[in-house]
């Protein structure tokens, strides 16, 4: 990423907090300014450029030299920074109140909005089916547009507005597929897009924001032959590039700055997710993650995920005991921490033991946790790939279809994707490749 050569970059990784020399402003005007911010899910976005490094100290007037004059600092994209990093620790609520503060310190600059917008998405991911994140994130973004579109009044070629523009569009557009409007989601796809493609174009050195546009390009290349509800958003773009999607990600996971551990997760999930037989290549990635922040519930999961799509039950089991035997701080941390015995169950099917895992998934069969709502669809996931190992096919395909038939809020979108892909093809778990893999 191109800067100025008096703006510092800023450290990648937790180095990043301490970030506070050659602090730039954010939200100036377009013109010697640039804009910063955000990371994601689980998740997307972001877009920070430098501006000049503010004055240390306060001016003195020329009257006498003893009163200084107080100025309100700019806020900066430490001040964003910081934020970021609260959610990558899994402490939202302090994220929140973060971008509270921000809000009321800059009522009329529009990145505390995409910081809060940001972290009301992390939430959303401990229990996508929950809604009471819907209003607050629509409200956020509508008022993120509104500020950028009196920007673009004064200067339709201000960059920084057309990002944030870009960004609020692309958020609501993932809510609207989230929640089945599809139309709606389409519309505000392409709207973003066109926002972004511009901020680029008037501002091509910012790395940053070419990650928002790889995770489109990507998941666009994926319809018709993969659409879930959570990729549903996309489906207004009839075609996409895979490749010059997954460029993009990786230019960012190596130069970007703020967006650089994003960009790594969503690498290291593309890998593990969507490119077959190749989840070895996204396993020390997703582990490099949980192991620098092992405070992040999320992350701990997506670790022991990709240890079972590596072939590596021992080690699932390791990880699984680990998971169990936590402490949650929050009723949303308490729910995924509840399902941590289930991957006990995975890794008998990689052990080739399918009657092994049924029989360890038998408590959750008969009983499953009421929370997260997505809970007893990655039970009957689980079950029916087992009856598939152990050539149950009947069995497993009428659970398949009733994951898919299951209505809000009791669905679960990746469970759906698996299912999906259950209906067409028997499943066959990963090759166990390493019976005794430390996690």
């Given at each position: 990423m191109t800067r100025p050569a008096h703006i510092l970059p800023a450290p990648a990784g937790p180095a990043r907090a301490a970030l506070y020399g050659a602090r730039c402003r954010l939200g100036g005007p377009a013109q010697g300014t640039a804009a910063g911010l955000i990371a994601i899910a689980g998740l997307f976005l972001v877009l920070i450029g430098p501006s000049p490094s503010r004055a240390g100290n306060p001016t003195e007037s020329d009257g006498g030299g003893t009163t200084p004059i107080l100025e309100k600092a700019p806020l900066t994209e430490s001040d964003l920074i910081e934020g970021i990093q609260l959610n990558f620790q899994g402490r939202h609520q302090d994220a929140l109140k973060m971008a509270e503060q921000l809000r009321t310190a800059y009522p009329e600059n529009a990145?505390?909005?995409?910081?809060?917008?940001?972290?009301?998405?992390?939430?959303?991911?401990?229990?996508?089916?929950?809604?009471?994140?819907?209003?607050?994130?629509?409200?956020?973004?509508?008022?993120?547009?509104?500020?950028?579109?009196?920007?673009?009044?004064?200067?339709?070629?201000?960059?920084?507005?057309?990002?944030?523009?870009?960004?609020?569009?692309?958020?609501?557009?993932?809510?609207?597929?989230?929640?089945?409007?599809?139309?709606?989601?389409?519309?505000?796809?392409?709207?973003?897009?066109?926002?972004?493609?511009?901020?680029?174009?008037?501002?091509?050195?910012?790395?940053?924001?070419?990650?928002?546009?790889?995770?489109?390009?990507?998941?666009?290349?994926?319809?018709?032959?993969?659409?879930?509800?959570?990729?549903?958003?996309?489906?207004?773009?009839?075609?996409?590039?895979?490749?010059?999607?997954?460029?993009?990600?990786?230019?960012?996971?190596?130069?970007?700055?703020?967006?650089?551990?994003?960009?790594?997760?969503?690498?290291?999930?593309?890998?593990?997710?969507?490119?077959?037989?190749?989840?070895?290549?996204?396993?020390?990635?997703?582990?490099?993650?949980?192991?620098?922040?092992?405070?992040?519930?999320?992350?701990?999961?997506?670790?022991?995920?990709?240890?079972?799509?590596?072939?590596?039950?021992?080690?699932?089991?390791?990880?699984?005991?680990?998971?169990?035997?936590?402490?949650?701080?929050?009723?949303?941390?308490?729910?995924?921490?509840?399902?941590?015995?289930?991957?006990?169950?995975?890794?008998?099917?990689?052990?080739?033991?399918?009657?092994r895992a049924l029989a360890l998934l038998a408590p959750e069969i008969a009983s499953p946790p009421q929370e997260p709502l997505w809970a007893t669809a990655w039970i009957d996931l689980i079950q029916a790939q087992a009856l598939d190992a152990a050539g149950r096919r009947e069995e497993a395909l009428v659970l398949y279809q009733q994951i898919l038939d299951y209505d809000p809020p009791q669905g679960s979108q990746r469970a759906a994707r698996r299912a999906r892909a259950g209906l067409k093809t028997a499943y066959l778990p990963p090759q166990a490749v390493e019976m005794q893999a430390a996690p």
């Open positions: 990145w505390p909005l995409v910081l809060e917008t940001y972290t009301f998405f992390w939430l959303m991911l401990y229990d996508d089916e929950d809604t009471r994140y819907d209003s607050p994130i629509e409200k956020s973004c509508r008022r993120t547009i509104d500020l950028a579109d009196e920007r673009l009044d004064r200067n339709d070629q201000d960059p920084e507005a057309h990002y944030l523009k870009g960004q609020a569009l692309m958020n609501l557009g993932r809510l609207h597929g989230w929640r089945g409007r599809y139309y709606k989601a389409g519309r505000d796809g392409e709207k973003a897009r066109k926002h972004l493609e511009k901020a680029l174009e008037l501002r091509p050195e910012w790395t940053d924001a070419e990650y928002y546009l790889g995770m489109y390009y990507f998941f666009v290349s994926l319809i018709p032959d993969l659409v879930t509800r959570w990729l549903g958003w996309l489906w207004f773009v009839p075609t996409g590039n895979a490749e010059e999607g997954v460029a993009l990600i990786e230019k960012v996971a190596e130069k970007g700055t703020l967006y650089q551990e994003d960009a790594l997760y969503m690498k290291g999930n593309i890998y593990i997710n969507f490119r077959e037989n190749q989840a070895e290549r996204g396993l020390p990635i997703i582990r490099s993650l949980a192991q620098r922040y092992p405070n992040n519930i999320l992350l701990q999961f997506e670790w022991i995920e990709a240890l079972y799509e590596s072939g590596k039950p021992n080690a699932v089991i390791a990880k699984a005991d680990t998971l169990a035997a936590r402490k949650p701080r929050t009723p949303e941390e308490a729910g995924w921490i509840r399902m941590a015995p289930t991957w006990k169950a995975r890794a008998a099917l990689l052990q080739g033991d399918p009657d």
